[in-house]
């Protein structure tokens, strides 16, 4: 049965029917934020969790991207894909700033270092959805996979309207149920290089 991670901080409330058509109802473990975060924060959470729960994906709450290799229960699985929307650690600077740049390299480069020790090797994918354009292109995502093994498979755009009801959230302050302007956004898809295997 295939399997696929779904790394959501933020909780755009659409992306359950992205999640769910893309995975064409198999077998997966979703994970969220705190129960009470969700709901306080976000219009539409509760409803989304229960309809995931309801489709049987397991929904798993508080779950550190950047340490999820070491979780009591996803350390013992392997997944054909893990998909990451718009990694991003919350406003603590100015976006185009040097300390908030570093903070979001090192939020990608813990992922991807997580997500490799989660991966099927032989046919897993890490996805990452990622907003194009300066100051997105100073997180160096394609040099940070290949730093641990990874090698880029293909890019491809992120359209939100390929995705019926997907909206994008902030995830993070006073208006985290506010949706962020997307621009130009790529969907970077990466694979186990064989000379890690």
């Known amino acids: 049965?295939?399997?696929t991670l779904l790394i959501q901080a933020k909780n755009p409330p659409g992306w359950r029917r992205r999640l769910l058509l893309f995975l064409k109802l198999s077998q997966s473990i979703w994970f969220r934020p705190e129960h009470e975060m969700i709901e306080k924060n976000y219009s539409k959470g509760?409803?989304?969790v229960m309809e995931l729960e309801e489709k049987g994906c397991l929904v798993l709450y508080g779950v550190d991207a950047k340490q999820m290799s070491h979780h009591f229960f996803l350390k013992t699985q392997r997944?054909?894909?893990?998909?990451y929307n718009f990694p991003h650690v919350g406003f603590l600077y100015p976006e185009d700033s040097c300390c908030q740049?570093?903070?979001n390299k090192t939020l990608v480069k813990e992922y991807l270092k997580n997500a490799t020790a989660l991966l099927r090797k032989e046919d897993g994918e890490i996805h990452i959805s990622h907003k194009e354009g300066n100051p997105y292109d100073k997180w160096d995502l394609v040099k940070?996979?290949?730093k641990i093994g990874l090698l880029?498979?293909?890019i491809v755009p992120f359209r939100k309207d390929d995705y019926p009801g997907y909206e994008n959230k902030r995830a993070h302050g006073s208006n985290a149920d506010a949706p962020f302007p997307l621009g130009d956004s790529s969907t970077y898809i990466f694979r186990v290089s064989s000379h890690s295997l």
């Open 1 to 3: 049965m295939e399997k």
């Open 46 to 48: 509760i409803r989304n």
């Open 79 to 83: 997944f054909n894909r893990i998909i």
């Open 101 to 103: 740049i570093q903070m």
């Open 144 to 146: 940070k996979a290949e």
């Open 152 to 154: 880029l498979h293909e």
